[in-house]
């Protein structure tokens, strides 16, 4: 299924090398995080030195899942809660580990004019909480279906995808990157803490300023519902109201939130969650409790604010896919291929104006109000544009096995003389046949004629 439309966030743990970044700027400092030199920060891919003397000690294991519990974990979820879920994975590790997800949804695997969401845990190898927490939500989603309204909200609403270990194998080396020395979040296209923080991770000038996105005031938004949810987050002392801009907390490079935004289409958040990078398993029930409330929030807000709709012809009725601009936002949102239904999460309390675009059609906008806690949904019907010659013009695209069988209803629309004159025909061919048949009924009822002989 193709995601429509995507909130991604990572789960970190908050400690001086939480993000892989550093704070100091001597080339010890570097060392001592594992890089080869400080040159690391202005590249996209980084390799991490073997330093056993940093890596954690093999009994911090003790309590969490190992890469084969995980997936056992991962199967037996999917038998119990088939009714709202199903497993997928999305490749395999370099060690050949597979990447499981964990769709939950009421129709998992269907194409639905719904936001989906994704969670991602374990990106870094020796940061384990997020595998763990991702699991626990997954299975107090299942038990509290039909019994909890937020839980039948995200069910009904969304479809939540879930991947709890983004790097098994950093996981059972118990270091920071994959199997090749990577650290997963230094490797992707670079555009040019007991915390939430959200983009920019990256300053165009490599200095730790606050560098806002054009949806910086959205992921203040999201990062704050996060924060507020939370247990202590909020009472930051480091960090007001317990959200940073990225970039001015320190800057990272090649980092995933920032591609996500980019080129993904996707809202990412990085969520610190706790101050140590691999805390004892007994701790897990108590970080578990104080995130709880936080990622169910954080995956309703996706439906309860914002703007939804979809788009479509207004002589067909078919869906078009297309683009949604929100006015003084620099930023656009495409709509799905099929389905071509829109999700823009937005600050809620203000005004906007939306509009809609597709190729071979008139754009159109309208203007919104968000109030509080309450989505508004927006349906876009745009008129085809017609040339100086009064030929319609046409977008083309691929839209999908559904959408060319609602094109059938086009084709009839615009071929419509042809086929009233073949109804016609084929209603005078009906008439004549229907009498003839009738005519030979009757022949067949009436008494046979006598025959007489005359002397």
């Given amino acids: 299924m193709n995601l429509k439309f995507c909130i991604l966030f990572s789960f970190f743990v908050r400690n001086v090398i939480a993000r892989g970044g550093y704070r100091s700027t001597s080339l010890s400092s570097a060392a001592d995080l594992g890089f080869e030199n400080e040159s690391y920060a202005g590249s996209g891919r980084h390799l991490i030195e073997e330093n056993q003397s940093h890596h954690p000690r093999t009994d911090i294991a003790r ?13 037996e979820f999917g038998r119990r809660c088939s009714h709202i879920s199903r497993i997928y994975s999305i490749g395999e590790s370099v060690r050949g580990f597979p990447l499981w997800v ?11 004019p719904e936001p989906a969401f994704k969670f991602i845990g374990n990106v870094h190898g020796d940061e384990p909480v997020g595998r763990e927490l991702l699991l626990l939500l997954a299975n107090w989603i299942c038990d509290n279906y039909k019994r909890d309204p937020l839980v039948d909200l995200i069910v009904d609403k969304v479809h939540l995808h879930i991947l709890p270990s983004m790097n098994p194998d950093g996981f059972s080396f118990r270091r920071r990157g994959n199997a090749n020395k990577v650290d997963l979040n230094r490797d992707f296209p670079d555009q040019g803490a007991l915390v939430a923080n959200y983009p920019w991770d990256a300053s165009l000038d490599k200095r730790k300023n606050y560098y806002a996105c054009p949806d910086d ?5 999201l990062a704050s519902i996060y924060s507020k949810s939370h247990y202590n987050m909020s009472l930051s002392k480091e960090f007001e109201g317990g959200i940073t801009n990225g970039a001015a907390w320190y800057p990272v490079y090649g980092g995933m939130q920032d591609w996500n935004y980019i080129y993904g289409g996707c809202f990412e958040l990085t969520l610190e969650i706790s101050d140590n990078k691999w805390p004892n398993a007994k701790e897990l029930p108590t970080i578990w409790e104080y995130n709880k409330m936080s990622m169910l929030n954080l995956v309703a807000s996706l439906v309860k604010t914002g703007v939804h709709g979809r788009v479509f012809s207004s002589d067909s009725g078919r869906p078009l896919p297309g683009l949604i601009t929100i006015k003084g936002i620099n930023y656009t949102v495409k709509t799905s291929g099929t389905l071509a239904d829109y999700h823009r999460l937005l600050v809620p309390g203000e005004r906007y104006e939306v509009m809609a675009t597709v190729p071979g059609y008139k ?9 509080k806690e309450e989505a508004t949904n927006v349906d876009f019907i745009l008129d085809p544009e017609v040339s100086s010659d009064g030929t319609l013009l046409r977008s083309i695209c691929d839209c999908g096995r559904k959408s060319r069988l609602l094109s059938i209803g086009y084709f009839w629309g615009t071929h419509f003389e042809v086929y009233l004159v073949l109804i016609v025909v084929l209603a005078f061919l009906c008439f004549l046949l229907t009498r003839r048949i009738k005519s030979n009924l009757l022949k067949q009822r009436l008494p046979p004629k006598r025959s007489v002989l005359t002397v």
């Fill in 363 to 371: 754009s159109k906008a309208t203007r919104i109000w968000l109030e």
């Fill in 217 to 221: 005031g959205t992921f203040r938004f």
């Fill in 102 to 112: 964990i769709e939950i949804s009421d129709k998992p695997g269907q194409e639905e």
């Fill in 63 to 75: 309590g969490y899942m190992t890469n084969s519990e995980l997936e056992r974990a991962v199967k």
